[in-house]
């Protein structure tokens, strides 16, 4: 197997921009692809909860990775969210992604029935690893209990990194407790174990984590990159203090529909405000009161200016 390592620091858990039948807009996507790693992020993560990966077709899923590829974009530091409740599909999927040069890919654990085994969730991995061994896979455990309903556990991971060396690489900590990022890191030496959110990144990193992959980077990569790179712990805490709040305010109003309408104002296109049902998107008022509070507490505008 590989073993090629994901750059560590700051991944965004990349918003698509769709349009109005809901099929994904590519040159939008494209262009905020392209200012995602010119402000901070060292990678992207498209298709997991705030690029609504679960909301899109696996034909949608293929176009936009192969538009990533297709038009120069580092797929060597993309982790793709390729995670289905069917084998076939997250095989299927898995398959594309690898072939336009993925890092990784980023696998929701099956979540439609809930409280499955141990051995049946060993089983579920085991066959998707077997059906892509000859692309030498490196697959992130995406651990999201309170929209799947289904955890990672650190023997459930022990058992599939014993049965597929240098496969199972790495982890998606959603769950928002630190303490679940740190038992992983400290289990598995070399672990390339990620925060859902950019409030730990820092943290994460000093642990010997590989950083954050979070919905809300797609806004406040800018100055979590600037936390990261920080060595005066007086600066440090200042912007620790910003980035909490910022998380604050965009996770109250909603994670995707708030990412997705303060980048509206910040890049004067409401068309960017557009979201997939179930989800709602906000109103342009709503949009406009948290673009207001990211500018209050961190500038934020400064960095969508061409």
Known sequence: MTEKHAPKGVYAAVATPVATDFSPDLPRFLNHCRWLLSNGCVGLAPLG????????GLDDRRRILDSMAQNGLPMDRVIAGTGSASIDDAVELSKFALDTGVNGLLMLPPFYYKNPSEDGLFKFFATVAERLA???????????????????TVPLTARLREAFPGVFVGLKDSGGDFETTRAFVEAFP??????????????????????CISATANLTAPIVARRIAEKDPGRQAELDEKINELRSA????????GSKGALSVFRRDPDWKRVIPPNAEISFEKASELAQELNRIAGLEQFFRS
């Open 134 to 152: 000859e692309r030498s896979p490196r697959i992130f455990l995406y651990h999201f209990p309170q929209i799947s309903a289904v955890p990672f």
């Open 49 to 56: 909860t705030t690029g609504e990966g679960n909301s899109l």
């Open 250 to 257: 965009i996770s109250s109003v909603h994670n995707i529909g």
């Open 190 to 211: 070399g672990f390339e174990a990620f925060s859902g959110t950019e409030t730990f990144a820092a943290e994460n990193l000093a642990i010997g984590g590989w950083g």
